[in-house]
């Protein structure tokens, strides 16, 4: 009796014993399952966000590389690109005026010929001109406006009308000048099309102020000669007076004789005009801001013969 009640109070113990192990084995594998679950939750949640990160960034980085693909202008081939504006080139745009400041030189040749055409005797004479020029260029067309001084100073020489007999001859010489203001109207013919090279054609106009002296004087031959040549003038010597037939009183053109002006009554000038036709010219440009030309051409006073140079306003 004993021992069975015994046998159950160590059955009862056994089993509360075997119950509350089982019960704590229990609690502690649940607690190890939760903290196993619980630090891989946590290692998946850090996982998640680092790769979360990392992705964001990896997105980032490829939209800044395609905002900067974007941004990038594709490269254009070398020979696709168009030529940069030269800001020296040479070519007048239509329409707009192209204006120079510059300088003229001129040698007006007065050939013994056509001094000829009107009166006996005479010589050839270089005429020298230099002045300001200015020059305004629109559509093809050119206004050139100079101011030139002129030498027309000449040593003597012979002279005659054309009417007059053998004994009219009279020692002519000058120490004369002029100033010219003159127009050139020219038309433009390009050569090129870079606008460096073209002819132009056209002509001129304009009126010269004469200063300076005219001298002339009754001439007779010197030596033995009865006859001497117009054309050596040192076979010839100034009249003093009157007393031969070379030397008469027609009029009082004796040693150093100076013609008076028009103004005062005499046959020299006072102003004398300035007429060109044809005339021609080549220009050269070699860059927008400077232009040269050679002229020539035919005036009422002979050939002539020139150069300028210009600086672009």
Not at 37 to 56: I, P, R, T
Not at 97 to 105: C, E, T
Not at 205 to 218: E, H, T
Not at 284 to 302: N, V
């Amino acid at each position: 009796m004993y021992h069975s009640k015994m046998g159950r109070q160590l059955a009862v113990g056994v089993h509360a014993r075997a119950a509350a192990l089982a019960a704590l084995l229990g609690a502690v594998c649940f607690a190890g399952t939760a903290r196993a679950q619980s630090e891989d939750g946590l290692d998946s949640n850090l996982d998640d966000s680092l790769a979360a990160d990392k992705q964001a960034k990896d997105e980032q980085a490829q939209g800044d590389k395609t905002t900067g693909e974007k941004d990038k202008l594709p490269e254009t081939p070398p020979e696709a690109l168009p030529e940069a504006a030269d800001d020296n080139s040479p070519l007048e745009k239509d329409g707009k005026a192209h204006k120079f400041i510059g300088l003229r030189l001129r040698n007006v040749i007065v050939p013994k010929f056509m001094i000829n055409l009107f009166a006996d005797g005479g010589a050839s004479v270089n005429v020298f001109m230099i002045g300001p020029e200015f020059t305004s260029r629109k559509n093809g067309l050119e206004i050139d406006l100079a101011v030139s001084y002129a030498d027309y100073s000449m040593d003597p020489f012979l002279f005659k009308g054309k009417n007059d007999n053998q004994f009219a001859w009279e020692m002519v010489s000058s120490d004369m000048k002029l100033v010219y203001f003159t127009s050139d109207l020219l038309f433009d013919v390009p050569i090129d099309e870079k606008g460096r090279f073209s002819f132009l054609v056209g002509a001129g106009v304009g009126i010269g102020v004469v200063f300076g002296n005219l001298y002339r004087a009754q001439a007779y031959p010197g030596g033995t000669a009865s006859s001497p040549s117009p054309d050596d003038v040192s076979a010839w010597n100034k009249c003093s007076g009157a007393g031969s037939p070379y030397c008469d009183a027609s009029n009082n053109h004796y040693g150093d004789y100076d013609e008076p002006s028009w103004i005062n009554g005499g046959s020299k000038p006072s102003v004398f005009p300035w007429i060109s036709f044809p005339q021609v010219s080549f220009r050269y440009k070699p860059i927008k801001q400077l232009q040269t030309r050679l002229d020539a051409g035919f005036s009422i006073t002979g050939f002539f013969m020139g150069l300028s140079a210009g600086y672009g306003l």
